[in-house]
């Protein structure tokens, strides 16, 4: 599976940004999604995840309440609303996927292995 992430830019804390993940090459629906992010001088860390159906996610305690994935499998597509945004949530965000590695998974240290490309979320004080 090909995966083209987009959406990232430039935002002043406490705004909103959406990305967006599209996929092709393999049937969507059956790749649990993730993203993740990595800050400059930081490891990648686990943000979000959502299995193949839609019916169960995941996020990182940093994100709770803030961030939420969804997906559209009529569009190949996972999207990650961010809102509140703060400067500690400034990363290159990447979209990723699998269909062994369960969602529930992707941030207890089994990550998906298929990844896209990043997208810069910078987020302003």
């Known amino acids: 599976v090909q995966l083209q992430a987009s959406g990232g830019g430039m935002v002043q804390a406490g705004g909103s940004l959406r990305l967006s993940c599209a996929a092709s090459g393999r049937p969507f629906s059956s790749y649990a999604m993730g993203w993740f992010r990595q800050a400059p001088g930081k490891e990648r860390e686990f943000v979000a995840a959502?299995?193949?159906?839609?019916?169960?996610?995941y996020y990182a305690d940093s994100v709770k309440g803030r961030f939420t994935i969804s997906r559209d499998n009529a569009k190949n597509t996972v999207y990650l609303q961010m809102n509140s945004l703060k400067p500690e949530d400034t990363a290159v965000y990447y979209c990723a996927a699998d269909r062994r590695h369960k969602a529930s998974n992707y941030g207890l240290g089994d990550p998906p292995g298929y990844w896209g490309q990043g997208t810069l979320v910078t987020v302003s004080s």
């Open positions: 959502i299995s193949w159906s839609g019916g169960s996610t």
